[in-house]
Structures are given as structure tokens and as C-alpha cells.
């Protein structure tokens, strides 16, 4: 069964907000030279997107969401960049929307779903899969399927519970999403929107997220509950193998490749850390910790694989729907050398850090 989600355009009708001074806030924001790396961050319980110089590793600008019309508790989850940089996405699960904002960050529009979570943009066609949040008890077994020129979009049955994990496969053939209440994954061929359920062997996993080696053949996905990276191999890829089960901690987020595919990189929420998998011996070969670790969420490679930018929730750890406290201070974004594995710079945003988005070279 597919529903079709209310679809309204917006007024290009917001005020350009000309910030002199590094850090200015508002809803629409100053054009960015072509030559800039950006970084897209949700600071979720703020209902604020940070926007971050990847070179001078500076806060740039700031898109306050309540300033739009939003509400305070609209919980920007997780982001899609369009691979030119004339767009982006973000889903709010409070708010039940997924907004597109333009190059100067404002808003252009926008579509309702039930507690949208992960974000998968597909680059050589106008598709966006979109998942539900984590946050959702017993949300529809289905994601959304975007036509991101239209904005219009239909929900394709998915057939289990909680579908949260969400990855575009190489070519943008297939799609991919997983359970978290469930040891299933889905693989969906975007063609036909033919659905194959897949079964995981193991503990209870709750996957969370995946991520695509660059050549396209493994999937990694990480296991909440069971504390493993699996690593799937896609050589058939209306159906994945299981190949590899990697010990990594408890509370492992989203993974993601280094640009060469010689790593994984996984945070791991419970003990404050990121831990580093080999590709080669599919084995954890280092762990990263220290100031501005707390909680990771989520990695982000610069485009010459030199720095990871990881995003730091500082709350205490906690599972699925467990009691969330915070620990009193701001998350971070962190940024570290890939070499030596030496944490450079703490960037700190505001209460809850979570999704990231990069757009290379200013599109």
C-alpha cells in the first residue's frame, strides 16, 4: 500500500540575512564562495542547523529553525546534500517534515511524513529515500520515496517493523533499509520498487545505519543493541550476504568508509569512542577518544580523506528508547587527522549534535 504525503512549496519569501561576523543566525544566510567546504550540522534539541568552514573550521552561520516558523521541539535529525550544493535536506521528526533549503539556506520546500529519520540521496537521479526516526515507538512500515525536483513523494510498504537505517547503493539501482526492533534488512530495486526481506543472523542487532564501501561491494551496518559492525556483501545486491561480524561496543552509530575504502570508521556511544576497522583484515586495528568525544553520533570525511568530522551528542549513553539526560554541557563536532589519529579541533554547537552533511567545494 502506498499513501501520497501532503506536498506544499514555499514562498521564496524569506528575509537574506547579510552576517558581517562569523557566526551569524538566522534563516536564510550570505552566499558561500564556490571554492568553500561546508559542513551541515543538526544541533537537535536547539532546532538549529550549524553551518562550519571546513577549512577555517569555523561556525560560518547558523539556520534557527524556530526563526522559519518551526517549533522549538522540531528536532533536526539528519541531512542530505545535493552533490552540486544548489540544495539540501534536512528531516525534522518533531515537526513530521523534511525541509529543502537552497544554497542560501533558506527554505524552498517542504513535505510531511510521520517522524522522518535518515536521509539517502541518490546523485545521478532526482531520488531521496527517507526512513523513520528512532524516536518513533511504532511508527508506519514504510519509508518514503522523494522526487527532489517536485518534492513529491509515495511511501512504499517496507513490511517490518521501525525501518530506520537508510543507504542508496552504488549506481542508484538498489536502496536499502533495516529494522530496529527486527534482525531484518530490506533491499528495494528502485526500479520496480520490488521489496526482498532479508534475515541477519545473531543477537538482537537494531541496526542503525549504513554505509556503502566506495567501490560499491560492502555494506556496513551498525548494531546498537549487539554492540557489531556486519559487514554485507552486495555482490548480489537485491540480496545481501552477511559476511563479517566485528566487535565494536555497545551503542555503535553510524558507520562510515574513509574515501580510500581501507577503514570503517564506527563511533561507539557507550564508551565515548570511535573505533577504526580495517577493511583488509575486517578487524578494529585502533579506538579514538578524548575532549569533545562524548556520545558520537556520526562521521563525516573532508574530501581529500585527511580529517574526520565526528558529531558528539554529550548526553549520557543510553539505547533505543531509554531515558536520555544530558551531561551539562554543549555537544561538539571533532575533528580528527586520519594519519595520526590526533584529535585537532572541538567545535562546540549547542545540546544534542547529531546528523551531519557535507558539500564539497561549494557544489
Not at 550540522?41 to 534557527?64: F, G, K, N
Not at 539528519?78 to 529543502?100: C, F, M, N, Q, T
Not at 577518544?289 to 574530501?303: R, Y
Request: net charge negative; charged share 20%.
Amino acid at each position: 500500500m502506498r499513501a501520497s504525503l501532503f506536498f506544499r512549496s514555499l514562498p521564496l519569501a524569506l528575509l537574506l540575512v547579510v552576517a558581517c561576523a562569523t557566526g551569524g543566525s538566522g534563516g536564510a544566510g550570505p552566499a558561500v564562495a564556490l571554492s568553500d567546504d561546508l559542513l551541515f550540522v543538526c544541533v537537535q534539541d536547539e532546532a538549529e542547523i550549524a553551518i562550519i568552514d571546513m577549512e577555517t573550521r569555523e561556525l560560518v552561520h547558523t539556520v534557527s529553525l524556530t526563526e522559519l516558523g518551526y517549533s522549538e521541539r522540531s528536532s533536526p535529525h539528519h541531512i542530505a546534500v545535493e552533490p552540486d550544493g544548489s540544495h539540501w535536506y534536512v528531516s525534522l521528526i518533531g515537526d513530521d517534515r523534511v525541509l529543502k533549503f537552497d544554497r542560501n539556506h533558506e527554505v524552498v520546500a517542504e513535505f510531511r511524513m510521520e517522524t522522518p529519520g535518515m536521509l539517502a540521496l541518490d546523485p545521478g537521479s532526482n531520488l531521496l529515500a527517507v526512513s523513520r526516526s528512532m524516536s518513533a515507538v511504532s511508527p508506519p512500515r514504510r519509508i518514503a520515496l522523494v522526487d527532489r525536483t517536485t518534492m513529491e513523494s509515495e511511501e512504499l510498504d517496507i513490511f517490518f517493523s521501525q525501518p530506520h537505517a537508510m543507504l542508496m547503493g552504488a549506481g542508484g539501482a538498489y536502496a536499502y533499509t533495516a529494522s530496529l526492533g527486527e534482525n531484518r534488512l530490506a533491499s528495494i530495486d528502485l526500479a520496480t520498487e520490488r521489496v526482498e526481506l532479508v534475515d541477519v543472523d545473531g543477537p538482537t542487532h537494531a541496526i542503525v545505519q549504513f554505509a556503502i564501501s566506495p567501490d560499491g561491494r560492502w555494506m556496513a551496518g551498525s548494531g546498537e543493541m549487539s554492540g557489531q559492525l556486519l559487514i554485507f556483501d552486495l555482490e548480489d545486491p537485491a540480496h545481501p550476504r552477511l559476511a563479517h561480524s566485528i566487535e565494536v561496543g555497545h551503542m555503535a552509530f553510524d558507520p562510515m568508509f574513509t574515501p580510500d575504502g581501507s577503514q570503517v570508521w564506527v563511533p561507539v556511544k557507550h564508551t565515548d569512542d570511535v573505533a577504526v576497522v580495517d577493511t583488509g583484515s575486517w578487524e578494529v586495528v585502533a579506538r579514538i577518544s578524548g575532549e569533545g568525544l562524548d556520545a558520537p553520533h556520526a562521521i563525516v570525511f573532508s574530501p581529500d580523506g585527511g580529517t574526520a568530522w565526528i558529531s558528539n551528542n554529550n548526553k549520557n549513553p543510553h539505547a533505543m528508547h531509554g531515558p536520555v539526560e544530558d551531561d551539562g554541557g554543549d555537544g561538539a563536532v571533532v575533528v580528527v587527522d586520519t594519519v595520526t589519529l590526533e584529535i585537532e579541533r572541538v567545535i562546540r554547537l549547542g545540546r544534542n549534535v547529531t546528523g551531519i552533511g557535507m558539500r564539497a567545494g561549494g557544489g
